[in-house]
């Protein structure tokens, strides 16, 4: 006998932002699996009674973390246990799902994946501007600001960052923008494209920025603080 694992996207924090079926399966769940950023009040919706665990960097796991989440999703699947595997956002995205999909087709526990919202696209809702300015954004690109060791990947498309036409969102970039900024504008970026620092975003502490991407990598060399962020910058509408 096997269990049943759901791939549930908790959106960006804010539990009205969870999809119907996200809290279908949250009430039906014997098990929640969740990460740091799928934390908080969206677990509310965990029927009493269910196993929660926390599986994030905060939860105290050390290297091989992926391996022993991949192994916990298994354990419960193969104990008959319905499973939600909570990641924020979409999991899909940055999310590392793959490893874990992998996992559970070794073994042959079935799964399904319910979307999340993006916490890019929460981001700009957030800050009441469409995510593509009309005219003038004629591609949207999502990038993360970190590579497996932490840095800032060195494999990333350059022109394609710098270009006037493209609006970029970079997940996990706090710490590495300031030289990506640097990078890109010595690939003709110039120092007064708009951004947006996007924290917390639909949570209690949430705190959206707008400034020049070089303010912007300035602020971010003398502290980047603890919250969860996005960089957006490119063509970015007015508020
Ligand atoms: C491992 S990635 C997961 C992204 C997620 N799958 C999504 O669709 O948004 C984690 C990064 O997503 C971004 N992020 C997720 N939730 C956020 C939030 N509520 N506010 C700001 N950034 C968020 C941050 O860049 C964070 O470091």
Redesign the pocket.
């Known amino acids: 006998m096997s269990g049943f694992v759901s791939f549930v ?1 908790s ?4 539990p009205e932002l969870l999809t119907l079926k996200a809290v279908d399966r949250l009430r039906r769940a014997d098990a929640v699996l969740f ?1 740091d ?1 799928s934390s908080g009040p969206v677990l509310g919706y965990a029927r009493s009674g269910a196993d929660l665990i926390g599986v994030g960097k905060r939860a105290g796991r050390a290297s091989p973390r992926q391996h022993h989440v991949s192994r916990l999703l298994v354990e419960y699947a193969q104990a008959n246990q319905r499973v939600v595997r909570l ?10 799902l793959e490893e874990e999909l992998i996992a559970l087709r070794e073994v042959g526990i079935p799964y399904e994946i319910i979307p ?8 700009a809702a957030a800050a009441g501007i469409p995510l593509t300015r009309r005219l003038s954004a004629r591609r949207v690109q999502f990038v ?2 970190h590579d497996i060791s932490g840095q800032l990947p060195e494999d990333m498309n350059l022109p394609a960052l710098a270009d006037p036409g493209a609006l970029s969102v ?5 710490r590495t923008f300031p030289k990506l900024y640097e990078v890109l504008h010595a690939h003709g970026l110039p120092r007064d494209t708009p951004a947006l620092l ?6 209690p502490d ?1 705190r959206l920025t707008r400034m020049t991407v070089a303010e912007l990598a300035d602020l971010l060399r003398r502290e980047i603080g603890d ?5 957006l910058f490119g063509p970015l509408a007015e508020e």
Request: glycine share 22%; no cysteine.
């Open positions: 996207g959106g960006p924090g804010d990460d950023l990641k924020s956002g979409d999991s899909g995205l940055f999310g590392r999340g919202v993006p916490s890019a696209i929460a981001a993360t600001g970079v997940f996990m970039g706090k996007a924290e917390d975003v639909s949570g949430q919250a969860p962020a996005l960089i």
